[in-house]
């Protein structure tokens, strides 16, 4: 598909960039497209918040770098905002995103397959739909997976009765409809894993968008979470926020108060603790401690703790050549496991790619972050973070970012409870091309 | 829980190199049991080895690579490694090498806890090695490091600090009944902030130091476990371990800190 975008030459795209630093570039472009011969073949598995912002940014830092991105689902649903659809303030619809963008504006190929294998000596990614793609680099942003063994009695057939809803999609429908049909006066569970995990403030962003849920629709409703950890993403922020709008509606019990949770009994929607204390729930929702993606495992990617270590200026594999992981998947700490991150990522492996094909050296990498949470429908909090590559490694750049005040007024959490809705339209309009 | 125990029989280091190619074994042995390793330069760890040079297979420490958060990193520390027939480990060090106070813990075995599996959770200030030695009862000696590294993300920072009042809601989860020889897992858990003397209040004060040093096990009149506790230990000490009792009685948990307080928990053991 040839849009106008795409007719834009290197040459005239490097001209905007000033005559000075263009012609130095001009003389390496060995492999610039030529008669239709294009200038390396990247394939992208999972086209989530990583996956999809690197497809595209692979093709904006070169249009003729052929581009395949590999996804199963048509539609996909957020996690961000997932919380906001379970606290009834969002249907499902306002969080889904579709390729159309990708497909028709940045001619990126789009098969909705599974990668099912991956052979990195020959370069190769085998498909659910039976066709094998050759790459040059590989980019891969699986997400997470759950670990099905980590909890006794929990596992893929139990998160049907007691969901995690910590992929977005079926699983939240499925804790929403628990939700509704729960009756007032009920309490909700939620179980928290140790770090890491994916978005490190989402379960308490999730408790706060029930216990608003209960206290419109089920007023004498409670909220437990039952926590493997001490300490959680702005806790201070959280605590308080609950206290103010729901009152003592929400409980916490953290590891040192006997609150890692060690067996799940979803029949009878039961937890047991490390230290043998039974909870009852009325709908139960249990986040597992997680991993990498499985396809990670099949690259060869993954070390003994299930993530995915990287070189931190390229995020190319530390184990595995010509495949960059980005997102959830990755051993990326100090920065979280979050929707931005994983997009600010796919940015520098795409530049990062986009050079290597050139056999040019990597641009600086740094990074971003910025997490908002909703206590409430108007009450927004926030965390935000500048990152850096600094003695070899990821680090947070000191100054840089901070965390919303501890003593706001109403009219700032409201603000940020705005921000937090401006944030997410721009990151899906970034990644997804995705119109409000 | 209760996992099955059964004493090594493989040929202890001793024996191989008792055999006639001493000579050759002791070559051939070198690259590990010369192998450097961060205990090397650590005093704390090289007053406990006193000269020795310790094997450096055996004894395994589990840690995470990359820890989000340095205030209760997991901790887990085993021993597979070979011991002549009726040896035993007896103390187990543990050492935060980048620590300003850098032992962490003691642990001290006997018969009653001859199955060496033990866990915890430890303060690590910043990326450092952390290192265990241990001492067997013929005189062994073993020792490992691992590297951890420390990253606090801003996105985990974390709320005001809840002070736990001190000594309070020990914890024990335990089997009541265990056949003979079976080792017999333990936790315990109990409050306490466990507050290292380094840090200062709000106002720039230094916080005395208070933390619990001794936890003491016994079965009946025997003393079963003993664990010496540090700074390094986090706040809430966790505790992990086994016992390999041989006869039915009182188990009796306790805790003791620097101010001479103390907690303590009984549970009747039913052995088989
Ligand atoms: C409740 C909740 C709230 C959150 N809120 C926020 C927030 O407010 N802000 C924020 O920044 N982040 C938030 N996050 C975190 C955010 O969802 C993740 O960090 C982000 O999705 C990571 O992107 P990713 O590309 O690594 O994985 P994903 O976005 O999960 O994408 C992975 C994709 O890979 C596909 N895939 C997996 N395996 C294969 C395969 N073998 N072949 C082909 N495709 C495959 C999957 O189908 C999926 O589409 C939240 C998470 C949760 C659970």
């Known amino acids: 598909m040839s849009q106008p975008w795409n007719r834009l030459s290197r040459r005239q795209l490097l001209k905007g960039l000033g005559g000075a630093s263009a012609l130095p570039l001009l003389g390496a472009m060995?492999?610039?497209?030529?008669?239709?011969?294009?200038?390396?073949?990247?394939?992208?598995?999972?086209?989530?918040?990583?996956?999809?912002?690197?497809?595209?940014?692979?093709?904006?830092?070169?249009?003729?770098?052929?581009?395949?991105?590999?996804?199963?689902?048509?539609?996909?649903?957020?996690?961000?905002?997932?919380?906001?659809?379970?606290?009834?303030?969002?249907?499902?619809?306002?969080?889904?995103?579709?390729?159309?963008?990708?497909?028709?504006?940045?001619?990126?190929?789009?098969?909705?397959?599974?990668?099912?294998?991956?052979?990195?000596?020959?370069h190769k990614v085998r498909l659910s739909t039976g066709d094998t793609l050759h790459y040059d680099r590989l980019v891969l942003s699986p997400g997470v997976d759950m670990r099905w063994d980590a909890l006794d009695g929990y596992d893929e057939a139990t998160a049907e009765k007691a969901p995690h809803a910590w992929k977005?999609?079926?699983?939240?429908?499925?804790?929403?409809?628990?939700?509704?049909?729960?009756?007032?006066?009920?309490?909700?569970?939620?179980?928290?894993?140790?770090?890491?995990?994916?978005?490190?403030?989402?379960?308490?962003?999730?408790?706060?968008?029930?216990?608003?849920?209960?206290?419109?629709?089920?007023?004498?409703?409670?909220?437990?979470?039952?926590?493997?950890?001490?300490?959680?993403?702005?806790?201070?922020?959280?605590?308080?926020?609950?206290?103010?709008?729901?009152?003592?509606?929400?409980?916490?019990?953290?590891?040192?108060?006997?609150?890692?949770?060690?067996?799940?009994?979803?029949?009878?929607?039961?937890?047991?603790?490390?230290?043998?204390?039974?909870?009852?729930?009325?709908?139960?929702?249990?986040?597992?401690?997680?991993?990498?993606?499985?396809?990670?495992?099949?690259?060869?990617?993954?070390?003994?703790?299930?993530?995915?270590?990287?070189?931190?200026?390229?995020?190319?594999s530390q184990q595995v050549n010509d495949i960059y992981v980005v997102g959830d998947a990755t051993v990326a700490a100090p920065m979280p496991k979050s929707g931005f991150c994983a997009n600010a990522q796919a940015k520098v492996v795409a530049a990062a790619i986009a050079s290597s094909l050139e056999q040019q050296p990597a641009p600086t990498a740094y990074w971003a972050n910025t997490c908002y949470s909703l206590v409430g429908p108007n009450y927004g909090i926030s965390v935000a973070g500048v990152y850096r590559v600094t003695d070899g490694a990821i680090a947070e750049v000191a100054g840089a970012g901070g965390i919303s005040p501890a003593d706001a007024p109403d009219t700032v959490r409201a603000l940020e409870a705005e921000y937090a809705v401006g944030w997410y339209n721009a990151i899906c309009q970034d990644t997804w091309g995705t119109q409000v | 829980m209760s996992h099955s125990y059964r004493i090594k029989t493989a040929l202890?280091?001793?024996?191989?190199?008792?055999?006639?190619?001493?000579?050759?074994?002791?070559?051939?042995?070198?690259?590990?049991?010369?192998?450097?390793?961060?205990?090397?330069?650590?005093?704390?760890?090289?007053?406990?080895?006193?000269?020795?040079?310790?094997?450096?297979?055996?004894?395994?420490?589990?840690?995470?690579?990359?820890?989000?958060?340095?205030?209760?990193?997991?901790?887990?520390?085993?021993?597979?490694?070979?011991?002549?027939?009726?040896?035993?480990?007896?103390?187990?060090?543990?050492?935060?090498?980048?620590?300003?106070?850098?032992?962490?813990?003691?642990?001290?075995?006997?018969?009653?806890?001859?199955?060496?599996?033990?866990?915890?959770?430890?303060?690590?200030?910043?990326?450092?090695?952390?290192?265990?030695?241990?001492?067997?009862?013929?005189?062994q000696t073993f020792a490992v490091s691992q590297e951890v590294r420390i990253t606090v993300s801003g996105c985990l920072m974390r709320g005001e600090d809840n002070q736990p009042e001190p000594l309070t809601n020990p914890r024990v989860s335990v089997n009541q009944q265990v056949a003979a020889g079976d080792a017999l897992e333990v936790r315990t858990l109990i409050n306490h902030p466990m507050e290292t003397g380094l840090r200062e209040d709000s106002n720039g004060e230094r916080l005395p130091r208070h933390i619990i040093e001794q936890f003491t096990v016994r079965l009946g009149d025997e003393v079963a476990f003993e664990a010496e506790l540090h700074q390094s230990i986090s706040a809430n000490p966790y505790l992990r371990f086994h016992l390999t009792p041989h006869q039915s009685g009182e188990l009796v948990f306790e805790w003791q800190d620097d101010q001479d307080k103390q907690a303590r928990h009984t549970s009747e053991l039913s052995v088989s």
């Open chain 1, 168 to 316: 977005a999609g079926h699983q939240t429908t499925l804790l929403k409809q628990q939700l509704e049909a729960m009756e007032d006066g009920g309490t909700f569970i939620m179980v928290a894993p140790d770090n890491p995990y994916r978005c490190p403030p989402g379960p308490y962003e999730r408790a706060g968008m029930v216990a608003h849920y209960f206290k419109e629709h089920k007023p004498s409703s409670k909220v437990l979470i039952l926590d493997a950890k001490d300490n959680f993403s702005k806790q201070g922020l959280f605590t308080a926020g609950w206290q103010h709008l729901y009152g003592d509606r929400i409980e916490w019990v953290g590891l040192s108060n006997d609150g890692r949770v060690t067996r799940v009994d979803a029949d009878n929607l039961e937890v047991e603790t490390e230290f043998g204390t039974r909870h009852r729930a009325d709908v139960l929702n249990v986040i597992p401690p997680q991993k990498a993606g499985w396809i990670a495992d099949r690259a060869g990617v993954t070390d003994s703790s299930g993530w995915v270590p990287v070189k931190p200026d390229t995020f190319e």
């Open chain 2, 12 to 139: 202890s280091r001793r024996k191989v190199l008792q055999h006639g190619v001493a000579g050759l074994g002791l070559l051939l042995l070198s690259p590990f049991a010369w192998a450097s390793g961060a205990w090397q330069q650590l005093d704390a760890a090289q007053q406990v080895l006193n000269g020795a040079t310790p094997i450096t297979q055996g004894l395994t420490l589990d840690l995470p690579h990359v820890s989000e958060d340095g205030s209760a990193v997991p901790l887990g520390i085993q021993f597979n490694g070979d011991l002549a027939d009726g040896d035993y480990l007896t103390d187990i060090h543990l050492f935060a090498a980048g620590n300003p106070q850098p032992e962490i813990a003691t642990f001290r075995l006997n018969e009653l806890s001859r199955y060496p599996d033990i866990a915890t959770r430890v303060r690590l200030n910043e990326t450092q090695h952390v290192v265990a030695i241990a001492k067997s009862h013929q005189g």
């Open chain 1, 30 to 122: 060995p492999s610039l497209a030529i008669g239709g011969q294009h200038a390396g073949h990247v394939v992208v598995v999972g086209g989530g918040f990583g996956g999809a912002t690197a497809a595209k940014y692979l093709k904006r830092a070169n249009p003729a770098i052929k581009v395949t991105l590999v996804e199963p689902a048509e539609v996909f649903y957020t996690c961000p905002f997932s919380n906001l659809f379970l606290g009834g303030l969002r249907d499902m619809r306002s969080i889904a995103h579709n390729y159309d963008e990708l497909r028709q504006r940045y001619d990126v190929d789009v098969i909705h397959a599974l990668a099912e294998d991956i052979d990195a000596d020959t």
